[in-house]
Each structure stands twice: as C-alpha cells, then as structure tokens.
C-alpha cells in the first residue's frame, strides 16, 4: 500500500515534502518511474566513464605535446649552441682576415715600389684567377 511505501521512504531519510510528489502514484507508476531513473542512472554512469576516458585520452596527448616541446627546447638549446660557436669560429675568421688583407696590402705597395712600371708585374697577375684579380683591385682601391 501507498502508507507502507510512505512509511519505507522515511526510513530511507526522505523529507515529507519529497515523498508528497509520490504518493499518489500507484505501484506500477512508481515501478515504471524507478525503471526510468534507474536508465538514467547507468546513462549518467556511461557518460562519466566516456568523460573519464576522454580526460585521460588528453592527459596523454598533453603528455606527447609536453614531451615534443621538451624536445624542440632541447633541439634549440644545441642550435644556439651551435650558432655561439660558428659566431666565435666567424670572429677568428674576420680576424685572419683583416691580418691577411694588412699583410697583402703591405706586399702590394712593395711589389708596385719595386716594380719599374708601379704595377703589379704581369707574372704576378696572369698567376692570379680572374676573381682574386677582381678582389685585388677592389681591396686596392678601398685602401
């Protein structure tokens, strides 16, 4: 009877107010609303698993992205490793360089000093590639 379940329901810790909406619901009305709930229920069960197994399908792509981006940092950090030491290996270079461009500057001025026609003699210059010719003339010129 309706008073049984009434009486069921406080025992289960329901308020009066709770078990009004109820009671004029016959066994099998109650039945068939139990039934729908408890659908409900294993819905809202099925959907918190999906959501679980989602959450945890992107913690592990977040986990790759973490580790791909610890290894582009690490890739950086030897690419600025590599780019500190070409600039150091550049320096040396400029270096020699401006020593050497003194040095051909020195030999030039003796060579045409000596030389009866103030040039450069013309076995110097044929022993020159075109292109050492052209940078010995643009060298001489700057100077």
Known sequence: SSGEILGDAADLGFEREEMA????????ELKERIAE???EL???????????????????????KDHELQ???????????????????????????????GTLLQMNTYLESTSRTGKLPNDILRSLSREHRALLENLTAAS
Do not use: C
């Open 71 to 101: 290894e582009y940092e690490y890739q950086w950090g030897v690419a600025k490793a590599n780019v500190a030491a070409s600039e150091g290996e550049l320096m040396v270079v400029d270096e020699e360089v401006a020593v050497l461009r």
């Open 37 to 39: 709930d408890e659908k």
């Open 21 to 28: 909406e109820f009671a004029p619901l016959t066994m099998a």
């Open 42 to 64: 294993e819905l809202m069960h099925e959907h918190a698993a999906l959501t679980i197994e989602h959450a945890k399908v992107k913690k592990m792509l977040l986990a790759d």
